[in-house]
């Protein structure tokens, strides 16, 4: 319990820590950015929402930077993360609509990868220099190649000259397509259709690394006595290769809870490549319109994200290891 | 030379010292300027062929010598990464892991905060809003990737350096009244080396991807052209729907290969480190089989030590 009272503080402060850099972030920049963002988009937005802006931002109100700080950190108490400039519409509602789409993509993305690459790692580990074993440089190509290029070679090959997948956007768009939002059969097919090409992107790229370090730890976990008393009591392989395999898996939790940053921002430009629509594509239309509200409201978004799924894999590393429990 | 025993090191190596004299040669030795054009008028890319290895663009640019000339930033901007982030997660991880306590906490709270932020996400917004001339200098935007890219490094270093702290040697060094610094440039970092060398291999891809990401996104300025440049012109000029596959299939490939090649060799340093986790495939000659229990050599020694040893051995008697 302490061990994880513990956790929660880091992360209170983790989360407090990036709020502040969030927003020194663009005010220490020189030339304000900021303010000259907001200059050129007032014929976009109403007078009250660039208010509400120049008072989140605390433009032109000659507060003191202190007095902006506590301003910013009230107003994201509220739940407001300003107005985009672009779109005059709360970067709050942009970014609903957007993270269900994100968190489908990289949840189930990060789950067949993670699930695939332990499997594969254990028994690359298990069966050293097997046939799986000269297959680690071929996946360690898909983990070296940054997420756009992969993503791009996908969409190019097996999307575009391939024809076996369609290559942008969430759901069927396109004229006469027959989907309608919501839960029935077409529109999950539809949208299983589209996800398939990103989530493989996102699974490729990023399951090398369970593989390599789940191999790892299988081989140094199979020197262990343990495993040799079980081979020696005359356990079938699979179980002796259980016996390994559990006793390996937790540093895997660990290096997944770090890992998840990684992934997210991978992810995040794999939306950029597909149009996804996602928070991917969206801070990738507002680099282009210059929109920081939305850009620096999805940084908090991630980070939050990343954050509580770090915690979650702390929870989960407690309940499996005695040892994390007793550590404080 | 027990690393160059190791295939995956050696084709690793191979490929990265071609890129290097790419990187170094491949502007002189292409034939045209980055920015030379074939034609003004023309605009439509031409296919690769014998007077344009590579083809043109819809500038009609020489492809084959941007590629060739692409590679010296690129590479620059990621190894300035690598050497700036490997000195932060030094001071970081290794002053952390020796030195324990409070201060201990407060760096390791540090890393674990800059771990869990979403490095290129942050640097996105960050070169928006930097000047168009600030972003196009190799050495701002190498340090800049740095300062998101030494927390994962300075982790993996502190958990060594805590090992390393209660191993006799150090406590020996510590007994004599060596002083802390001293202790730590001598005795732990000598011996964080293959851990040091595997983590800038590490944020030496991790730099090439980032710069590729944001030169892509078109968040680099100047008018250096390098294989993130080249990325972004073709996703500007419709290179992809179009199919002008030799304008973006070359760049693209040679950031592939870079991080292959770097993969490779940081597979061999894993084996050097511990070299149970050595797959006999990669190893030249020798096929092992191996069994649960049992850590099978390679027998290399041959008769010559012996006999040389015994030669010794009768020149003392003798003498």
Redo the contacts between chains.
Sequence with gaps: MRTILRRLG?YL??AF??LT?NFF??RM???N?LAAALAKSTGQITPAQLEGLEKLYGIGTHQSLASQYLTYLGQLLHGNLGTSTAKSVPVTTLIGTDLPWTLGLVSVATAVAFILGTLIGVMAGWR??GLL??L??VS??F???????LS??L??YVG?YGGLFPISNGYDTGRGSTVTEGWNLGFVGSVIDHGFLPAAAIALASIAGWIVGM??MM??T??EDY??VA?AKGLPQWR?AAVAARNALLPSISNFA?SI?LV???S??TE?VFSYPGLGSE??TA?QN?D?PV??G??IV??FT??AV?FLADLAYVALDPRARKEA | MRYLRSTKVILGLAILVLFVLIALFGPMLAPHSAHWQASTTADTPLPPSGRFWFGTDVQQHDLFSQVLAGGRDTLLISLLAGVIATALSVLVGVTAGYLGGIVDDLLSALTNIFLALPGLLILMVVLKALPLDLTGNPLTIGAVIALTAWAWGARVLRAQTMTLRSQDYVEAAQVIGERKPRIIIFEIVPNLLPILASSFIFTVIYGIGTYATLAWLGLIGGSTVTWGTMLYNAQVGGALISGWWWWFIPPALCVAAVGVALSLLNFGIDEIINPRLTSARGTRGHRVRFVLGLTPVVRTATAAPAADLSLDLKKEVAQ
């Excluded at chain 1, 983990?143 to 290029?149: G, L, S």
């Design positions: 880091f402060l983790a820590a990036a850099l972030l663009l920049l020189p030339g950015p050293r220099s074993d000269a680690l440089p360690t190509f983990q070296a190649v940054p997420y756009f290029i791009f070679l969409l190019l575009y191999r790892n081989i140094t199979m020197d495993v040799l081979a002796v770090l940053s997210v921002t991978g995040i430009v950029i801070i990738s680099i210059t920081y850009m620096q999805i940084v991630v980070v990343v954050l770090n």
